[in-house]
Protein backbone atom coordinates (compact mmCIF):
# COMPACT_ATOMS: atom_id res chain seq x y z
CA UNK A 1 0.00 0.00 0.00
CA UNK A 2 0.63 3.94 -0.38
CA UNK A 3 3.04 5.21 2.54
CA UNK A 4 3.80 8.71 2.92
CA UNK A 5 6.29 10.59 4.64
CA UNK A 6 6.74 14.34 5.73
CA UNK A 7 8.81 16.45 7.37
CA UNK A 8 10.04 18.12 9.36
CA UNK A 9 7.43 16.98 11.99
CA UNK A 10 7.74 20.74 13.75
CA UNK A 11 8.66 24.36 12.35
CA UNK A 12 8.81 27.52 13.23
CA UNK A 13 8.91 30.89 11.69
CA UNK A 14 9.17 34.06 11.91
CA UNK A 15 5.99 35.97 10.58
CA UNK A 16 6.95 37.22 7.37
CA UNK A 17 9.28 34.44 6.57
CA UNK A 18 8.39 31.34 4.12
CA UNK A 19 7.62 27.92 5.06
CA UNK A 20 8.22 24.63 3.33
CA UNK A 21 7.30 21.07 3.98
CA UNK A 22 7.95 18.12 2.03
CA UNK A 23 6.19 14.83 1.49
CA UNK A 24 7.38 11.67 -0.54
CA UNK A 25 5.21 9.10 -1.37
CA UNK A 26 5.58 5.48 -2.09
CA UNK A 27 2.90 4.73 -4.78
CA UNK A 28 3.68 5.52 -8.51
CA UNK A 29 -0.10 5.28 -8.97
CA UNK A 30 -0.66 8.45 -6.56
CA UNK A 31 -1.44 11.05 -8.61
CA UNK A 32 -3.73 13.34 -6.39
CA UNK A 33 -2.06 15.23 -3.61
CA UNK A 34 -4.30 17.53 -1.07
CA UNK A 35 -2.93 19.34 2.24
CA UNK A 36 -5.07 19.68 4.93
CA UNK A 37 -4.71 22.32 8.02
CA UNK A 38 -6.31 21.46 11.41
CA UNK A 39 -6.72 23.93 13.77
CA UNK A 40 -6.68 22.83 17.35
CA UNK A 41 -10.36 21.29 18.35
CA UNK A 42 -11.10 21.32 14.48
CA UNK A 43 -11.30 18.64 11.38
CA UNK A 44 -8.35 19.31 8.64
CA UNK A 45 -9.55 21.96 5.98
CA UNK A 46 -8.30 21.33 2.37
CA UNK A 47 -6.37 24.23 1.41
CA UNK A 48 -4.84 23.48 -1.90
CA UNK A 49 -4.45 20.09 -3.77
CA UNK A 50 -2.52 19.15 -7.14
CA UNK A 51 -2.36 16.63 -9.85
CA UNK A 52 1.02 14.77 -10.64
CA UNK A 53 0.28 16.02 -14.06
CA UNK A 54 0.42 19.73 -13.39
CA UNK A 55 3.92 20.54 -12.17
CA UNK A 56 2.55 23.59 -9.98
CA UNK A 57 -0.03 25.83 -8.33
CA UNK A 58 -0.47 28.34 -6.33
CA UNK A 59 -3.53 30.18 -4.26
CA UNK A 60 -2.34 33.78 -2.99
CA UNK A 61 0.35 32.64 -0.42
CA UNK A 62 0.01 29.11 -0.92
CA UNK A 63 1.29 27.20 -3.66
CA UNK A 64 2.39 23.57 -4.00
CA UNK A 65 4.93 21.22 -6.16
CA UNK A 66 4.63 17.57 -7.61
CA UNK A 67 8.05 15.57 -8.71
CA UNK A 68 6.15 12.66 -10.34
CA UNK A 69 9.88 11.07 -10.91
CA UNK A 70 11.10 11.43 -7.49
CA UNK A 71 7.37 11.00 -5.84
CA UNK A 72 7.79 13.74 -3.83
CA UNK A 73 5.68 16.91 -3.69
CA UNK A 74 5.90 20.24 -1.19
CA UNK A 75 3.65 23.10 0.30
CA UNK A 76 5.00 26.20 0.37
CA UNK A 77 3.58 29.60 2.64
CA UNK A 78 5.37 33.06 1.98
CA UNK A 79 4.70 36.03 3.68
CA UNK A 80 3.11 33.90 6.97
CA UNK A 81 0.97 35.13 9.37
CA UNK A 82 0.16 33.86 12.68
CA UNK A 83 -2.65 32.95 11.66
CA UNK A 84 -0.88 30.10 10.05
CA UNK A 85 0.15 28.61 12.98
CA UNK A 86 -1.75 25.01 12.68
CA UNK A 87 -1.21 21.30 12.50
CA UNK A 88 -0.57 20.97 8.29
CA UNK A 89 -1.17 17.29 6.62
CA UNK A 90 0.06 16.31 3.44
CA UNK A 91 -1.62 13.04 1.57
CA UNK A 92 -1.67 11.01 -1.47
CA UNK A 93 -4.24 8.95 -3.66
CA UNK A 94 -5.04 7.90 -6.77
CA UNK A 95 -7.53 8.33 -9.96
CA UNK A 96 -10.54 5.81 -9.29
CA UNK A 97 -9.50 5.07 -5.48
CA UNK A 98 -10.57 8.29 -3.03
CA UNK A 99 -8.95 6.22 0.27
CA UNK A 100 -6.21 8.87 1.12
CA UNK A 101 -2.63 8.45 2.66
CA UNK A 102 -1.61 10.74 5.17
CA UNK A 103 1.62 11.84 6.20
CA UNK A 104 2.29 12.02 9.59
CA UNK A 105 1.51 16.13 10.02
CA UNK A 106 3.94 19.37 10.87
CA UNK A 107 3.03 21.36 13.66
CA UNK A 108 4.05 25.18 12.04
CA UNK A 109 4.31 27.56 14.64
CA UNK A 110 4.99 31.00 13.40
CA UNK A 111 6.76 33.69 15.76
CA UNK A 112 5.23 37.55 15.94
CA UNK B 1 -17.34 22.41 -0.81
CA UNK B 2 -19.32 20.08 1.53
CA UNK B 3 -20.09 20.90 4.58
CA UNK B 4 -20.13 18.35 7.14
CA UNK B 5 -21.62 17.72 10.66
CA UNK B 6 -20.86 15.36 13.51
CA UNK B 7 -22.91 14.61 16.42
CA UNK B 8 -21.81 14.06 19.16
CA UNK B 9 -18.66 16.49 18.93
CA UNK B 10 -17.74 15.09 22.06
CA UNK B 11 -18.46 12.20 24.95
CA UNK B 12 -16.67 10.86 27.56
CA UNK B 13 -18.02 6.74 27.94
CA UNK B 14 -17.60 3.70 30.32
CA UNK B 15 -15.78 0.98 29.47
CA UNK B 16 -17.55 -1.75 28.04
CA UNK B 17 -20.09 0.37 26.78
CA UNK B 18 -20.79 1.79 22.79
CA UNK B 19 -21.09 5.02 21.21
CA UNK B 20 -22.77 5.77 17.72
CA UNK B 21 -21.65 8.74 16.21
CA UNK B 22 -23.31 10.39 13.31
CA UNK B 23 -22.75 12.42 10.47
CA UNK B 24 -24.55 14.38 7.80
CA UNK B 25 -23.49 15.84 4.94
CA UNK B 26 -25.43 18.72 3.42
CA UNK B 27 -25.81 17.53 -0.23
CA UNK B 28 -25.49 14.04 -1.92
CA UNK B 29 -22.03 12.90 -1.90
CA UNK B 30 -20.49 9.75 -4.00
CA UNK B 31 -18.34 8.91 -1.21
CA UNK B 32 -18.09 8.53 3.15
CA UNK B 33 -15.01 7.61 4.90
CA UNK B 34 -14.46 7.21 8.41
CA UNK B 35 -10.88 8.05 10.09
CA UNK B 36 -9.19 7.53 13.55
CA UNK B 37 -7.15 10.30 14.86
CA UNK B 38 -5.04 9.27 17.88
CA UNK B 39 -4.14 12.16 19.79
CA UNK B 40 -0.99 14.18 18.47
CA UNK B 41 -1.15 11.54 15.79
CA UNK B 42 -2.27 11.63 12.11
CA UNK B 43 -5.30 10.17 10.50
CA UNK B 44 -5.95 6.82 9.95
CA UNK B 45 -8.90 5.32 7.60
CA UNK B 46 -11.35 2.93 9.41
CA UNK B 47 -13.69 2.27 6.56
CA UNK B 48 -15.64 3.24 3.31
CA UNK B 49 -19.29 4.08 4.49
CA UNK B 50 -20.83 2.43 1.13
CA UNK B 51 -24.05 3.09 0.59
CA UNK B 52 -26.81 0.66 1.29
CA UNK B 53 -24.29 -2.03 1.52
CA UNK B 54 -21.73 -3.25 4.02
CA UNK B 55 -18.83 -0.88 4.35
CA UNK B 56 -15.37 -1.57 3.50
CA UNK B 57 -12.59 -2.42 6.55
CA UNK B 58 -9.06 -1.54 5.99
CA UNK B 59 -6.78 -3.77 7.83
CA UNK B 60 -6.70 -3.65 11.33
CA UNK B 61 -10.10 -2.58 11.89
CA UNK B 62 -13.04 -5.01 11.78
CA UNK B 63 -17.02 -4.77 11.36
CA UNK B 64 -17.93 -6.26 14.95
CA UNK B 65 -16.04 -3.58 16.44
CA UNK B 66 -16.61 -0.57 14.15
CA UNK B 67 -19.84 -1.06 12.82
CA UNK B 68 -21.21 1.44 10.20
CA UNK B 69 -24.12 2.11 8.04
CA UNK B 70 -24.95 4.70 5.18
CA UNK B 71 -28.36 4.32 4.74
CA UNK B 72 -28.34 6.88 1.87
CA UNK B 73 -26.04 9.55 -0.02
CA UNK B 74 -25.94 12.32 2.79
CA UNK B 75 -25.58 10.83 6.35
CA UNK B 76 -23.59 7.75 7.56
CA UNK B 77 -22.98 6.33 11.21
CA UNK B 78 -19.99 4.87 13.12
CA UNK B 79 -20.26 2.61 16.07
CA UNK B 80 -17.44 2.10 18.73
CA UNK B 81 -18.68 -1.10 20.18
CA UNK B 82 -17.65 -2.42 23.58
CA UNK B 83 -14.72 0.55 23.99
CA UNK B 84 -12.10 0.14 26.19
CA UNK B 85 -9.63 3.19 27.00
CA UNK B 86 -7.42 2.95 23.88
CA UNK B 87 -10.27 3.29 22.14
CA UNK B 88 -9.88 7.17 23.12
CA UNK B 89 -9.48 9.15 19.95
CA UNK B 90 -10.87 11.72 17.93
CA UNK B 91 -13.21 10.09 14.88
CA UNK B 92 -13.78 11.93 11.91
CA UNK B 93 -16.24 11.49 8.66
CA UNK B 94 -15.68 12.91 5.40
CA UNK B 95 -17.25 13.09 2.32
CA UNK B 96 -15.99 13.09 -1.64
CA UNK B 97 -18.50 14.80 -3.96
CA UNK B 98 -16.62 15.64 -7.42
CA UNK B 99 -12.68 14.09 -8.17
CA UNK B 100 -11.03 13.35 -5.28
CA UNK B 101 -11.43 16.59 -3.17
CA UNK B 102 -12.07 15.28 0.77
CA UNK B 103 -13.79 17.18 2.80
CA UNK B 104 -14.10 16.19 6.95
CA UNK B 105 -16.45 17.00 9.69
CA UNK B 106 -15.21 18.57 12.72
CA UNK B 107 -14.66 15.33 14.62
CA UNK B 108 -16.01 13.66 17.59
CA UNK B 109 -13.63 14.01 20.72
CA UNK B 110 -14.06 10.60 22.41
CA UNK B 111 -12.98 9.47 25.81
CA UNK B 112 -13.20 6.15 27.18
CA UNK B 113 -12.83 6.18 30.92
Known amino acids: GENVEQHPSTLSVQEGDSAVIKCTYS??????FPWYKQELGKGPQLIID?????GEKKDQRIAVTVNKTAKHFSLHITETQPEDSAVYFC???????????FGTGTRLTIIP | SAVISQKPSRDICQRGTSLTIQCQVD?????MFWYRQQPGQSLTLIAT?????????ESGFVIDKFPISRPNLTFSTLTVSNMSPEDSSIYLC??????????FGPGTRLTVL
Open chain 2, 94 to 103: SAVRNSNEQF
Open chain 1, 27 to 32: DSASNY
Open chain 1, 50 to 54: IRSNV
Open chain 1, 91 to 101: AASSSGNEKLT
Open chain 2, 27 to 31: SQVTM
Open chain 2, 49 to 57: ANQGSEATY
